[in-house]
């Protein structure tokens, strides 16, 4: 609170610049009673107003009760780092860092949100503000919401654009290189600052390669480094990330994960998650996470580089669509499709791809990671559910866009991931998952005054004679090793589909063709069980949607089944 106790602050995160910010407010007669960054909050926003978030440098959720005025302000760092809810009931506005909280309030009913599930089912996450509860809200990043005399008022306060390349000064590509070093490694220092142990979560990819480097630099001691693989040929970075510590010279730590632990940890990974889990990686993050607590309390990783730089696939191969779409409409329709559906189970990425490459912008992007959408949407939905919901997803992208257009196709994937995909569903992941394991994750690659500074970069230093993340990898070219530069790109794969098919087959089977399922009347029951023995018996891969749907499945019976909210510790308790 401040010095009159009229200003009060509810505060999860932190804050960076909070030196710099509280000696500028000691300079305009504020005075301090602690040496904490949250109290540097309170004062800031009692100089500043709603201004005061623009200038704070972090990942925070907070929540300022202004007794004079009766107001209440709830406000969300740039990225979305750290999320923050809200709802409204009996006249009152409820907030919480977790959903759970918010449905102790026994006027908060638990049910579902229809139309937001039907677009989890789509895109596997729900995009905000929406959550899967109904009447339960996201304060979006980068944006305050202003609760006062009974009325809410959002609005947001930090943003960046892909504006057209004219608007900034023309620069070199060796001004690009030099630029990205200097702003990750500044962000890196900011992020190492702390008074408990600090590491990294090392997965042998660019990103995290790079965070582990940097670090090493500014450390006098080997970095603790933590990662994890599977038991699937294939599927495990190890290999790498063991390279990338040997490189580094880390004190590095590993584990290696099965099937059983999914479905060991799969009802408790959804209580943490509030929502459904919407990835694998979960499992792998969450694991990590336990066993990089017994060494330190921090612990910094990559996410955010390949939305900043362009790093996934889809953005290279979404290049293709201006020239496939020259072809004649009956030529794409009559002769290019049928010879797709032609094409062997193992050339299953190419039928992806150019299913997606045939759809228009943003439906397309929709699709690129997209789960159940088109046909197979229709045909999972029971027809009343149908006539409840809209079905196309892409809506929501295209909101987006409408009021934030950007200078090319390229950055307006990568605009709409990093406002949608990362805070939604990556960095909620990465929040969840290490505090569930009492760990602080921090994200270098997230700094706002990187991400703005990427922006500027043009799109053809990112995705160059088809290499994604070029421009990225070119500026850490002499900085690691050749061979980690040059890897395929993994991402965090999780070997679920071979689970299902192996070790974890009937659990897959028992709770998808539960008669529990069912029950709900949401899902044409003869359709799951024909997309689940496609993908047991291996005529088709599934894995994805038999993940999604199980995740869904688990939900209900952990947070709308029970009479009363607890933890699930096994899969009985379900």
């Known amino acids: 609170t401040n010095e009159t106790r009229d200003i009060w602050l509810v505060f999860n995160g932190e804050i960076w610049n909070y030196r710099p910010l509280r000696a500028e407010l000691i300079a305009r007669g504020h005075v301090f009673r602690s040496q904490s960054d949250s109290e540097v909050v309170v004062h800031a926003y009692e100089e500043y107003g709603t201004a005061c978030f623009a200038r704070l440098h972090g990942m925070f959720g907070l929540a300022l009760w202004d007794t004079q005025r009766g107001c209440l302000l709830l406000a969300r760092d740039r990225a979305g780092k750290k999320p923050l809810y809200y709802t409204r009931v009996g006249g009152d506005l409820l907030f919480a860092s977790e959903i759970k909280a918010l449905l102790c309030d026994p006027r908060v009913s638990r049910q579902a949100d229809l139309q937001s599930l039907a677009d989890f089912l789509s895109v596997r996450y729900v995009p905000g503000p929406a959550t899967l509860f109904k009447n339960i809200y996201k ?48 962000s890196v220092e900011e992020r190492m600052l702390s008074d408990v142990p600090v590491g990294a979560l090392l997965s042998g990819g660019v990103d995290s390669s790079i965070v582990v480097g940097i670090m090493s630099q500014f450390s006098s001691q080997p970095v603790q480094t933590f990662a994890v693989g599977f038991d699937v040929p294939g599927f495990s970075e190890l290999p790498y990330a ?60 990559g996410e955010g580089g390949d939305e900043l730089f362009a790093g996934y696939p889809k953005y290279a191969a979404d290049g293709v669509a201006r020239y496939y779409h020259l072809l004649p409409a009956p030529v794409r329709h009559k002769l290019v499709t049928p010879l797709l559906e032609l094409l062997p189970y193992r050339m299953r990425k190419i ?22 959408n088109g046909p197979l949407k229709e045909q999972l939905l029971v027809s009343s559910l149908q006539a409840q919901v809209d079905m196309n997803a892409a809506r929501i992208f295209q909101r987006w866009l409408d009021g934030h257009p950007q200078r090319d196709n390229l950055s307006r994937m990568l605009y ?54 070029y421009i990225f990898k070119q500026a850490y070219a002499d900085f690691l090793p050749h061979e980690i530069l040059t890897r395929k790109k993994m991402g965090f794969n999780v070997p679920t589909g071979t689970w299902f098919r192996e070790g974890q087959r009937a659990f897959i089977r028992d709770l998808l063709l539960s008669e529990r399922m069912r029950s709900r009347e949401l899902f044409d029951h003869t359709f799951v069980e024909r997309l689940l023995c496609d993908h047991l018996d291996g005529r088709s891969n599934y894995q994805a949607q038999i993940f999604t749907l199980a995740s869904l499945e688990l939900w209900f019976r952990v947070f709308i089944d029970p009479p009363s909210l607890n933890a699930p510790q096994t899969i009985l308790d379900c």
């Open 139 to 186: 304060v979006q990043a980068g944006h305050w919401l202003l609760y006062e005399q009974g009325n809410t008022r959002e609005e947001c306060y930090w943003d960046f654009s892909f504006e057209p390349l004219e608007r900034y000064q023309p620069q070199t590509t060796a001004t690009y290189l030099a630029g990205i070093r200097q702003h990750v490694r500044r």
């Open 242 to 301: 063991r390279q990338v510590a040997d490189h580094f010279g880390t004190a590095h730590h590993e584990l290696m994960l099965t099937g059983n632990e999914l479905t060991t940890y799969w009802p408790l990974l959804t209580w943490h998650r509030d929502e459904p889990v919407s990835e694998p990686p979960d499992l792998g993050v969450y694991l990590v996470s336990r066993l990089a607590r017994q060494y330190v309390k921090v612990a910094l990783s």
């Open 351 to 372: 039928k992806t791809a150019a299913r997606a490459l045939a759809e228009p912008a943003p439906q397309r992007w929709v699709n690129w990671f997209g789960i159940f």
């Open 416 to 469: 709409l991931d990093t406002k949608i995909w990362l805070p939604d569903n990556l960095l909620m992941k990465n929040d969840k998952m290490t505090m569930a394991a009492s760990l602080e994750g921090r994200m270098p690659l997230l700094d706002e005054h990187l991400m703005t500074y990427a922006a500027s970069i043009p799109s053809h230093l990112k995705i160059h004679s088809w290499q994604t993340k």
